[in-house]
């Protein structure tokens, strides 16, 4: 026999029911209203906008949303325990970092990042570029400009990609005025994410991948990763490349250099043949359980917002923990404070192994030259130079990397583990190469607590590289500013 319900029973079914289907009713207009408000963006835009658009003003009517927030990429106002969003002049800090880029750009300036609202200021003032007078003068060649403007992929497209590559930093200079922004990452027609730069397209052909057929959540990382990466200048025409034929980790790529025979530069102490890492945040992220378990670059970078019934994006870049309720909490559930602290514990112990590897680094290094000095021949130091190179690239390898900590915390500390093992070998074996030369006693080191003094030890002028970048700004730079301006080229937030 059947068992009826009884009427209260009957009751609680019925409003159950009518709650459920309430619920669904809100979420269906809520979908439907968010999809009208997206379609009428889309089909109802104040500009046409099509081709390569570097103007990012060009896009704000269409989506006002994106651009108020990307234009917040000028604030510097974040900081968290390490970096931030201001910029820091780490070789005050570090200066141990000058000894190990002796002979490289690197040791006369170097600062931690700003948003991409600064990507152009920031280029131009840096001591890197040196302070070109004319369009052929200038140490850098124009492949430096490759990830800083939408302005690129235009002029890519004018000139074909390997003149760009080819040319010299300054005689694009009165070009590339437009900050990374809009049509870097986006098709200016439908907003659809796409890839800009031939160099990671190239790099996923040479591995028999098919970057067309990437899924929009990888597309979300693949943006991304344009730029943020390990490359380098290949050849005399200087053509961007991705070494990842290998493979993406740190011993592939150094196996892909060795094969290749590359270096960045000779070490004007050690002379050893160094590998300066770039930023290699993509391949590092992808070896952490975040990007393992799918989570893309955007998601903790650029965590969508609602506003109305609108959901997109939020394109102020920056690190998530800025905005940890819109980012971790998306995910966990643990309170702002932890989540932040789990953060903190985790590079604390990548820098405590960082720095103990910039000491020993920086003492190989001095204690090569001491050698060299005291009559080493080359094949002696053959061992050392291996050493030191390895050392050095993993050890640049895991610092470029800024939230290698974060993204890879395992990966990190493995890196510069390995580094600090390389270093004290090539101290090791410095020291057998003094004692068959008679020297028993300990290498005398310089004071190079500051960085002052630093760069003083390693030759550097560095009076003379302010007082010809500050002439290089204030007359080189305002005829590339007021150019640009008469050819309509520049946009109104520069």
Request: net charge negative.
């Amino acid at each position: 026999m059947e068992k009826k319900l009884k009427s209260w029973q009957g009751w609680l079914l019925f409003g159950g029911t009518m709650v459920v289907v309430f619920v669904l009713g809100m979420i269906a207009a809520s979908v439907n209203e968010r999809h009208a408000e997206v379609t009428s963006v889309m089909n109802n835009k104040k500009t046409e906008i099509t081709g390569i658009e570097a103007r990012n003003d060009k896009f704000e009517s269409n989506y006002p949303r994106e651009y108020q927030t990307w234009e917040a990429t000028a604030d510097t106002s974040f900081k968290s325990l390490y970096n931030g969003n201001q910029a820091v002049d780490v070789l005050e800090t570090r200066p141990e970092m000058v000894i190990l880029w002796a002979g490289y750009a690197f040791s006369k300036d170097y600062s931690t990042p700003r948003g991409h609202m600064h990507a152009i200021e920031d280029m131009r003032n840096t001591l890197r570029v040196g302070a070109p007078m004319t369009e052929n003068e200038g140490p850098q060649p124009a492949t430096c400009w490759t990830c800083k403007s939408p302005d690129v992929p235009r002029m890519m497209q004018a000139m074909g990609v390997d003149n760009f590559y080819k040319g010299k930093w300054a005689s694009l200079g009165k070009e590339i005025m437009n900050p990374i922004g809009c049509a870097d990452c986006h098709e200016p027609e439908n907003m659809n994410l796409h890839i800009s730069r031939p160099a990671l397209i190239e790099a996923f052909q040479r591995q028999g991948k098919d970057i067309t057929k990437a899924t929009q959540q990888e597309m979300r990382s693949l943006v991304c990763a344009q730029c943020h990466v390990e490359y380098y200048f290949k050849g005399d025409g200087k053509y961007l490349t991705f070494p990842w034929d290998k493979g993406s980790t740190v011993e592939d790529m150094e196996a892909y250099y060795d094969e290749a025979g590359f270096s960045d530069y000779t070490h004007k102490l050690s002379r050893a043949p160094i590998l300066k890492a770039q930023h290699p945040d993509y391949e590092i992220s992808q070896m952490g359980i975040h990007a393992q378990r799918g989570v893309s670059c955007a998601d903790c970078h650029m965590p969508y917002k609602s506003e109305g019934g609108v959901k997109y994006s939020d394109h102020h870049i920056q690190s998530p923990l800025a905005m940890i309720d819109r980012t971790c909490q998306v995910c966990h559930r643990e309170s702002e404070e932890t989540l932040r602290n789990n953060v903190y514990e985790r590079q604390n112990k990548a820098n405590e192994m960082r720095y103990r590897l910039e000491a020993e680094l920086a003492k190989a290094h001095i204690e090569a030259k001491f050698a060299w000095d005291k009559g080493a021949t080359e094949d002696q130091m053959k061992d050392v130079l291996k050493l030191i190179r390895q050392a050095q690239w993993r050890w640049d390898f895991g610092v470029a990397s800024h939230g290698g900590a974060f993204h890879a915390p395992q990966e990190i500390q493995r890196i510069l583990g390995n580094g600090l093992d390389k270093a004290m070998q090539a101290r090791l074996a410095t020291a057998k190469v003094l004692a068959k030369l008679g020297y028993t006693d300990d290498v005398p080191m310089p004071d190079f607590s500051t960085k002052e003094k630093a760069q003083q030890y390693i030759g550097l002028d560095m009076a003379a590289e302010r007082t010809a970048k500050e002439k290089f700004l204030n007359t080189i730079v305002p005829q590339w500013v007021k150019e640009a301006q008469e050819n309509n080229r520049l946009a109104k937030n520069i």
